[in-house]
Nanobody, 114 residues
């Protein structure tokens, strides 16, 4: 299983970004798909997750600003990030749960700065 994340970059406060993470390999069923982030000097934290049934949960810090979604036919998870703040600056990682095993993608850097 391989995960390819994309969509990071440098934006100004208040702007938006869309992150994508596509899974490839011999995958027949993906359970939970999630985004985590790790700011410099901080621990990795859960940003948002979506189950195979479509249930979602978000970190309090991003509720109302970020939206997670998935396309099962494309084996892809998305993170729409709106109203970005400097404190959202971090490396963002996608993670998928398949048959009880976690798989992580390489991170994509999001920098929010004026």
């Amino acid at each position: 299983v391989q995960l390819q994340a994309s969509g990071g970059g440098l934006v100004q406060p208040g702007e938006s970004l869309l992150l994508s993470c596509a899974a490839s390999g011999s995958i027949f069923n993906i359970n939970t798909m999630a985004w985590y982030r790790q700011a410099s000097g901080e621990q990795r934290e859960l940003v948002a997750a979506v189950t195979s049934g479509g249930s979602t949960n978000y970190a309090d810090s991003v509720k109302g600003r970020f939206t997670i979604s998935r396309d099962n036919t494309k084996k892809t998870v998305y993170l729409q990030m709106n109203s970005l703040k400097p404190e959202d600056t971090a490396v963002y990682y996608c993670k998928v749960l398949i048959y009880g095993m976690d798989y992580w993608g390489k991170g994509t850097l999001v920098t929010v700065s004026s």
